[in-house]
């Protein structure tokens, strides 16, 4: 909680400062006044989303209010724009110091004076104020763009072709959905269309592999409906991801139990499928271990919650202890939310992991270039091991509102021998 108010204080910080020197630089300009006011309507929409968000982590039921851009751009604005517009400033400002060393300027010029003096705008102060247009204007369009893109998703069917499958699993088929994050980046309706996609499918079986919800435990009822929406047919199963447990694992995962919904928590689920002899077992691991807040450095409310902490240690005991309750005859499928589970679940034998997570590197240069294979070792679609294959669904929300080359989607998996 430190670490994150830390942060946000850093973000107004540089928001205040970053305002203060480009304010500076429009002054001289035609029109400042019109431009400052602009300039000043834009980072104080920036400066409130930051003081929202502290407000937010403090009170329990903070409602969301604005349009959908405003927090989009904030977003985009913050976690890229900002950073890249200061450290530009920064360079330009080192450029000027070296060339007015060089030339024997004083430094220490009493710059806002001499602009007020100077009757006409230097090419200097005109390459200045246009560079301090430029970062607000690229945060609106990205913006507006992400806004556009927020809600669509593709379905589309992948076969999957399983070293081991039983003669008579081949063809059945899974419809995998992961990642709604059901939060302030979902806009209204889509939970309904991924609930009609995905029971248009007519899959003998569904899965959810974690992130329902994206941080606040009030979203949790919606999610519930939203399970509740898909056709269960011959079964349906449900993991938790780290999203679920930020406002504490006990509220979710007994709200989620309370519901009757099929929650798997280091357990597992055996189905027939009609027509099918050989059972489908499904496996699904929590996310990390359930300790307090306190334990965990949390404080104040949080530190008499529940959370989950994740290492490589937590998974590899999860994995055994689902491992340890296969049946015999029984086809068994992992469910894990972060698909570095992989290496182990292959190393005990499993011959299919379905996960989530990585929303398919989110911003992709490339299939191969980009946040994906910086983060992951595994990001989105197929991947294969001796005996053991996995399979990454790119998810359908967002986190963070802006995907590039790595579309949101719902899938329909056949198993094939």
Request: proline share 6%.
């Amino acid at each position: 909680m430190i670490q994150w108010f830390s942060m946000l204080a850093g973000w107004m910080v540089a928001d205040v400062l970053w305002w203060r020197a480009a304010d500076r630089r429009l002054r001289p300009v035609k029109g400042a006044k019109v431009w400052r006011w602009l300039l000043g309507l834009f980072m104080g929409a920036q400066v409130a989303f930051m003081l929202m968000m502290v407000v937010g982590s403090i009170l329990e039921h903070v409602p969301q209010r604005g349009p959908l851009l405003w927090p989009v751009a904030a977003y985009v604005w913050h976690l890229f724009v900002l950073p890249a517009a200061v450290m530009a400033m920064l360079f330009a400002r080192g450029v000027r110091w070296m060339r007015d060393l060089r030339a024997k300027v004083p430094v220490e010029a009493p710059a806002i004076q001499e602009l007020e003096q100077k009757p006409r705008l230097t090419r200097r102060e005109a390459l200045a104020a246009v560079g301090v247009t430029i970062p607000p204007l690229i945060t609106m369009g990205v913006g507006v763009g992400a806004v556009e893109k927020l809600g669509g998703f593709r379905v589309r069917d992948v076969e999957l072709k399983l070293p081991g499958l039983p003669a008579d699993l081949d063809g059945v088929t899974i419809a995998h959905v992961s990642d709604l994050h059901i939060g302030r980046f979902l806009p209204a309706g889509v939970m309904e269309r991924v609930a009609e996609a995905t029971n248009a499918m007519r899959a003998d079986l569904v899965v959810f592999t974690g992130d329902l919800i994206d941080v606040s435990c009030e979203t949790v009822p919606p999610g519930i409906d939203f399970i509740k929406r898909l056709d269960r047919r011959n079964g349906l199963v449900v993991i938790e991801g780290n999203h679920d447990g930020m406002g504490g694992a006990d509220r979710f995962e007994g709200e989620m139990r309370d519901a009757g919904l099929p929650l798997l928590l280091d357990e597992s689920a055996v189905f027939t499928v009609p027509g099918r002899q050989t059972p489908l077992q499904m496996m699904g691991i929590a996310w990390g271990e359930l300790k307090r807040g306190s334990e965990i450095g949390r404080v104040g409310r949080e530190a008499r919650r529940w959370y989950r902490e994740t290492t490589k240690e937590a998974t590899d005991a999860s994995i055994a202890r689902v491992a340890a309750q296969r049946q015999a005859g029984a086809y068994p499928i992992l469910l894990a939310h972060h698909p570095h589970a992989f290496d182990r679940a292959a190393a005990a034998g499993l011959p299919l992991v379905l996960s989530g997570h990585t929303h398919g590197g989110q911003m992709m240069l490339t299939k191969n270039i980009g946040v994906g294979p910086m983060r992951f070792r595994y990001w989105s679609g197929i991947y294969e091991k001796p005996g053991s294959r996995l399979f990454v669904n790119n998810g359908v929300g967002n986190w963070f509102p802006l995907r590039i080359n790595a579309p949101a989607e719902v899938v329909k998996l056949t198993l094939r021998a």
